[in-house]
């Protein structure tokens, strides 16, 4: 079955094309890195993917719907400094917001749904810290918290924006280690991801861009020396490392 199936996506800011006719499909049950230089659009592409921002082109299916009627099925981890971690909710509070899409309307979380929220939070690692106000948490804690609201939600498909940048590498592993049990268990995960250096490991798939595609498909297919040329056009050092010539 396919979990997304995009066809000439285009996106534009102010008349400056971000995203210029992408066009994909990925099936089910796959781990996949959005990587690219920076200005690439790919937290673009994902904003678009789930109809965050307008597209001025293209069709995107999501399980073959439109993202308004599936939405339930789909979580989003944004960036860390896109939220106000200055808000008065505590860790247990932020993951049971996780659980309103399957509640039904005005109704509140019960016993059930802050049961399941305590056990998001001890798969991730942080039901010690469940009474804290999030913004007392250390960057990778944070991440952490927000991927447990993710899991409370039981969605299909898990879309997470630059969700390593900024945490401890124990973190980092925990949640890298629970995004791929989610791919091995046949949910769909989407990263947008900066760190070539770990791509190949973290991920089956890879989607390479720069405005445009420039590589999809398994990791062996992508992470090619000649398609990496071309999306980072040898601009960072650390292209030698990765056996790229400039």
């Not at 898990?158 to 890298?176: A, C, K, M, R």
Request: net charge neutral; hydrophobic share 40%; proline share 4%.
């Amino acid at each position: 079955m396919l979990a997304i199936s995009v066809k000439n996506l285009n996106v534009s800011y102010h008349g400056d094309e971000a995203v210029k006719d992408i066009s994909f499909s990925l099936e089910t049950g796959n781990l996949v890195g959005v990587i690219g230089p920076n200005g690439a659009g790919k937290s673009t592409l994902l904003k678009a993917l789930l109809n965050l921002i307008p597209k001025d082109k293209g069709d995107i299916q999501i399980f073959d719907h439109a993202i308004r009627d599936i939405r339930k099925k789909i979580a989003y981890v944004p960036q860390r400094s896109e939220i106000d971690w200055d808000f008065p909710i505590t860790v247990i509070d932020a993951v049971l917001i996780g659980t309103y899409p399957n509640l039904r309307l005005f109704q509140r979380p019960g016993k059930q749904e802050k049961a399941w929220a305590y056990q998001c939070l001890e798969k991730v690692g942080m039901t010690e810290f469940s009474n804290r106000q999030i913004g007392e948490l250390s960057g990778g804690q944070q991440q952490r918290v927000f991927l447990a609201r993710a899991l409370a939600q039981k969605p299909d498909m898990y879309f997470l924006d630059e969700p390593f940048v900024g945490v401890d590498l124990g973190s980092e592993e925990t949640i890298i280690q629970i995004l791929k049990e989610m791919r091995n268990s046949g949910k769909t995960v989407v990263v947008v991801h900066h760190d070539l250096m770990k791509a190949s490991t973290y991920f089956n798939k890879l989607i390479l861009m720069n405005r445009e595609l420039i590589g999809f498909g398994s990791v062996e297919e992508v992470f090619r020396p000649d398609l990496l040329a071309k999306a980072y056009k040898g601009h960072f050092a650390f292209m030698e490392q990765l056996g790229v010539s400039v």
